[in-house]
């Protein structure tokens, strides 16, 4: 049967040897029509389904306005977007998301297309990479409470802002998604987390302007593998301690990546002065490829752009069982390792592993150097790791 919306027809029926019912969006028009209600549409009619459904959004470019898909549904429901969809070029300041997937059980988006942002316009008025007051745009997309999802097979281009943003999931796994925008594009982060449990990245390139893969507070149980990173940022457990009633975050592992012409490496960052006294624990970087990075291995806990804290008072965000294993390749500036941990909370159980990070500069050889922390050595260690006592330096 089908139904007309505008000039879109949706098709619901089912599919030879697929048991849900599916429900298709064809297009009625020319390409570049807007397809806002007719995907609402789909989407509202597959989340009452009492079977699980699909909606299929063909190939060809489409406009898409902002848009939010929320359940709960009755059912589990699948998205294959094979064509590409585009938001508005304008700078739209003060918006806070342009796709939202929100409170699903049993979530797919896959199908090969591409969300494309067009960011270009935006990023000329974006100044939150300089201010701390400034106007926010729109996220790309962002997952809400969604449990027991897959997310494969799709690409992120030029979001505005963040292009993808994780909040509450649960049992969700992410593979084979592609995200580009320009190493000059600020605060175009590739994939953000927090308060979620249970998520998995693999097998995803991502090139951006800021930190590839963002861990926010309250994540727990992350595993990132075959991630290529590079431009951007690098890949991030924080900045923790911005905001007061921040939550844990424990169970991060990263394995088998590699990291090219990227501003950082592996980082931890946390403000000093931190609004609250929460714990960050169980982090592991294992088997990692470094292709000029800059700041490769980076415990950061006077993490302060913009100068909007007070670096006098040390961070309160407790760092604790950390390692750094087989990381190897080559460093963009001579500060190879930097562990600087707070002087009020020194970092706890800290592991150095078989590290291999070359500087050839004029400026001299690769260094290591350590904060408030005595690293557990493991293995060997080029640049020479330092060993010793908790240590001061100078503020």
Known sequence: MGAYFGAFTVFIFCLLGFSANAVYITIGSSPGSD?????????????QSPTPSRVVIPKGEFKLGEIQMRGPCKAPVEITIQGTVKADGNAIQGKDTWIVFGNINGFK?????????????????NNCHQTFNCKKLPISIRFDFVENA???????????????????????????????????????DGIHLGRSDGVKILN????????????????????????????????????????????????????NCTLQQTDN???????????????????????????????????????????????????????????????????????????????????QNVEIGDIDIRYSGADGPATFQCSNVSPKLMGTQSPKACSGPVTNLPQ
């Not at 896959?110 to 316009?121: L, Q, Y």
């Not at 390139?205 to 593998?225: A, R, Y």
């Not at 940022?233 to 394995?255: C, F, T």
């Open 204 to 255: 995803t390139f991502i090139s951006t302007g800021d930190d590839c893969i963002s861990v926010g507070d309250g994540m727990k149980n992350l595993h990132v593998e075959k991630v290529t990173c590079g431009p951007g940022h690098g890949i991030s457990v924080g900045s923790l301690g911005r905001y007061g009633n921040e939550q844990d975050v424990s169970g991060i592992r990263v394995i």
């Open 265 to 347: 490496g592996l980082r931890i960052k946390t403000w000093p002065s931190a609004a609250c006294s929460t714990t960050a624990s169980d982090i592991h970087f294992e088997n990692i490829i470094l292709k000029n990075v800059m700041n490769p291995i980076l415990i950061d806990q006077e993490y302060c752009p913009w100068n909007q804290c007070n670096k006098q008072k040390p961070s309160t965000i407790k760092l604790a069982n950390i390692s750094f294993k087989q990381i190897r390749g080559t460093s963009g500036n001579k500060d190879a390792v930097k562990l600087l941990c707070s002087r009020g909370y020194p970092c």
């Open 35 to 47: 397809i806002t209600q007719a995907l609402l549409k789909a989407f509202t009619t597959a989340c």
């Open 109 to 125: 988006l896959n199908g090969g297309g591409a969300f494309d942002g067009e960011g270009n316009a935006a990023w000329r008025v």
């Open 150 to 188: 897959e997310i494969k097979d799709i690409s992120s281009i030029d979001a505005k802002n963040f292009h993808i943003n994780v909040l509450g999931a649960k049992n969700m796994t992410m593979d084979h998604i592609n995200i580009i925008a320009p190493k000059d594009s600020p605060n175009t």
